[in-house]
């Protein structure tokens, strides 16, 4: 039967995440598909939020988050990002960050607080998904830059050639979901020139930024006053704390967009979750050496994984972050990368992430003529990965 309702997003499909995770319970697959941790929340945290809501903290929080926690996470952004700066550089909690529900949050309340109809959003294939019918529903346009692989970079040259007037805001992920890249400070200083001289907005999706490797720095649009002037700088909790499904991320912003983001904001969620943001709140402040130490526990997961598939046909692509890992697969099959991840999950067993879902589906067919590649992720305990790797490894 047709449907006579006129949806404002009909070319969208189930997400490719929920349809691997399906696919790898039905077929009882090793399931490297979907960006969660097999691994559990820190002891402490569950013992946060446990004792909050044991206590009774378990009302509305002020909408912009506690304000504990809001001078949690600046402090922890004044020493992951800011000691080089100024006293009154330096972001202020109350002023500037906004506890959110999930980064997914924080990115749609940027994008509503930013784009109005007809404005262009710049964003950078593989593109996470969220951003384009965030963008879509706004009204926005979406112009799509393709990063080159396969050190998925991107081209400065390009970005400019795609700003016209109508060109509002640039979106960027570092650390780089799927790809696993980063960007250097470079990156960040060709996009604070365009931003300056254009007249953009950023916004910073940030979410893997305590998850570099081999000694590479997180560059956070924090760490730079004059770009943060024009961004909103999006993190989750799910990804530094191993609780995903407790949905908690943060917006940062400067006094006057923040105003903007928190009009908006307080009518999507009003406030998020109050005995998490106790329990965030001292997580931050008593066991800071989690953050510090995160880069490293998922380094050794990076180095078991590509160690354990050394000897496989796959060509491995670098991982300089997130914990994401690239293969191509171009030796082994000549299917298009959906019917391979399909055929991997159903026959071989083990659940990965096709990358064309994260291309525009105009660009599909070009897509699949040059690139055969799969995401694999590695937040999963050693013997996960050593079981999948020794599978992919007899292909
Ligand atoms: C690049 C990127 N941005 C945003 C998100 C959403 O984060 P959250 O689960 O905190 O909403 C994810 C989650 O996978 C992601 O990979």
Redesign the pocket.
Known sequence: MSSSFNSKLPNLATSIFTEMSIMANQYQAINLSQ?FPEFDTPKFLKDGINNAISAGKNQYSPSNGLPDLLTQVANMIHRQYQTHLTDDQKLDGLDNVTITS???EA?WVAIQTLVRPNDEVIIFDPA?D?YEPAIRLAGGICRHVTLEAPSYSINWTHVEQTINKNTRAIII?SPH?PTGSILAASDLSALQDLVEKYNLYVIS?E?YEHITFDGLRHESVLRYPHLFKRAFVVS?F??TFHC?GW?M?YCAAPKELSAEFRKIHQYVTFCTFTPAQIAIAQMLKEQPSHITALASFYQKKRDVLIKALQDSRFTLLPSKGTYFLLLDYSAISELNDREFCQWLTKEVGVATIPLSPFYPAEQLEAYHQKNKVIRLCFAKNDDTLLKAAAILCQL
């Open positions: 960006g999930g980064a997914t990115l996470y969220s992920n979901n999706d979410v989750s799910g990804k995903t949905k991320g």
